[in-house]
Structure formats: C-alpha cells, structure tokens
C-alpha cells in the first residue's frame, strides 16, 4: 500500500499543491527577532561586560601559567585564538543588534502612525465639541433672560391691572 502523504490528505486544497511549506517561516522569523532583542539586551548589561572580561583574563591567564602541555593559545604570537573567539563574538554580535535595532524602529514606526491617528481622533473630537459649545452658545444668546422674561410679566400684569381698572371705572359709570 503507498504511503499518504499529508498534505495530500488535506481536502481544502487541491492535490500536489502544498498550502505552506512543512515549516513556518513566519513564526521562525518571529522566534529569530526574539532572539536577536534577546541578545541585544543581554549585551549591554554590565554582567555580559563583566564575564567577557573574566573569560578573557582566564584565557590569557591559563594560556600564560599553565604547564606547557596544558597550553591551548600562544602568548608568543598574542593569544591568536582568543582573537579569534573574540572576533567571531563581535562578527555575529553586530549584525544581531543592528536587527534588534530594526525591529526597534519596526515596532516604534508603528507607535507614531497609532499616536499620530489618535491625535487626528482628538483633534476632531475636539473641534467637533468646539462646534458644539458655539451652537449652544448662539442658541442660548437667542433665549430669553430670567430679567427680560420677569420684565415682560410685569408689564402683562400691569397691562392687566389697568384693563381692570378700565373695567372698573367703565362699570361704575
């Protein structure tokens, strides 16, 4: 019996063709970026400082007092290993950082476009209640006063009074 192969056992996609390769690229990438910021941060801390200057003391310290046959790196040609080591660490340290850096600046471009679009929000938001305020302003300038409403009372109850009056007189003459 041939052997299924699984992709091929997938009915959403027609057969032979793979719908994304057996390994994700995307989440490796991401995993990688962590990895870089990862050792970015760790470089710069006062302890990775510290115990590459302990490592290159013990080298050159085990390569200068150690018996002969014990001996792994020259002091008469300068520790050329210890070169070595040490520029391999620097050759893949730079380009690990400049990559923490990028998404750094990825990660920071985004922060300004979202402060940018929130500050347009605001903006309108703003101008929208600024509106607002002068509609009820100009609304309220057209409404009638406590005193002008008081004032006009008045002058029905005294337009009343003298109506009485006329009444009156009228219907005592």
Known sequence: MARVDVEDRRFDTPKGIRRSPSF???SDRDRFGRFTEWVARGMGTPGFLLGLSVFAIGWMA????????????SIAIGFTALTLVLSLQASYAAPLILLAQ???DDRDRVQ?????????????DTEYLAREVVALRLAVKDLASKDFIRAELRAIVDELDRQAEEESEHAAS
């Open 24 to 26: 994700r690229i995307a």
């Open 112 to 124: 300004i476009e979202q402060d940018r679009q929130r500050a347009e929000r605001n903006l309108a």
């Open 62 to 73: 085990w390569n200068t007092f150690a018996p002969e046959h014990l001996r792994f790196d």
């Open 102 to 104: 990028n998404r750094q």
